[in-house]
């Protein structure tokens, strides 16, 4: 397996633009989650979603932020519209299992200017 | 309110000798907690785990040991090795409520010197 695949890769934008983080989780696991990562604040859970099912969106920042699981395969991660403070390394991770590790993918690393 | 803290933000250790990585939790509730590493440009790699019936967990040169009382855990590498120059962060899980969350430290950034 390729493992949990995240695109782009890296997205410079500017301050009010759309921007949709896109993940695609290893075939079998149930449970997909998306994780923010700053300097100040660490690894920050956002959502997570179980059988495309959104549980718990409680580190959803605000508003502006969303996500979507269509279908077992595929989840994007919205910002509408970005802001300077979004700048960060957004995760997305996956497990069959919540029980035990979970395993990420390479991140996006999101700049707004 | 960080219920998981890593308080070293970096930390540097001579090749051969043993790196300590440190982690406080402040949630009674977690079970079980895990150790992740991650490499720049990459995404976190689990590398070791330990639940809370246990006190130490060994897994060749990563041990883990938890001090349930004093809500504390660390990472011990030894020998340490320049490949494990990483960013490390300590998680934690509950049993109910959010139980399927990890709740992540800031991370400690290990250099390992040649």
């Known amino acids: 397996d390729a493992g949990v695949i995240q695109s782009p890769r890296h997205e410079v934008t500017e301050m009010g633009q759309e921007v949709t983080l896109r993940c695609k989780p290893i075939s079998g696991h149930d449970y997909l989650f998306w994780y923010r990562q700053t300097m100040m604040r660490g690894l920050e859970l956002l959502i997570y979603f179980n059988n495309n099912v959104p549980i718990d969106d409680s580190g959803m920042p605000e508003d502006r932020f969303s996500a979507k699981m269509p279908n077992a395969s595929f989840s994007t991660l919205k910002i509408q519209p970005s802001e300077p403070r979004d700048s960060a390394v957004y995760f997305c991770a996956s497990t069959a299992n919540p029980a035990y590790e979970q395993y990420f993918g390479p991140g996006t690393r999101l700049t707004v200017t | 309110d960080q219920q998981v803290k890593q308080n070293s933000p970096s930390l540097s250790v001579q090749e051969g000798r043993i790196s300590i990585l440190n982690c406080d939790y402040t949630?009674?509730?977690?079970?079980?907690f895990l150790w992740y590493k991650k490499y720049p440009a990459e995404g976190p790699t689990f590398l070791i785990s330990i639940s809370s019936i246990k006190d130490k967990n060994e897994d060749g040169r990563f041990t883990v040991f938890l001090n349930k009382s004093a809500k504390h855990l660390s990472l011990h590498i030894v020998p340490s090795q320049p490949g494990d120059s990483a960013v490390y962060f300590c998680?934690?899980?509950?049993?109910?409520?959010?139980?399927?969350?990890?709740?992540f430290g800031s991370g400690t950034q290990l250099t390992v010197l040649p």
């Open positions: 949630n009674s509730m977690f079970d079980y």
């Open positions: 998680a934690a899980r509950g049993l109910s409520g959010s139980a399927r969350q990890l709740t």
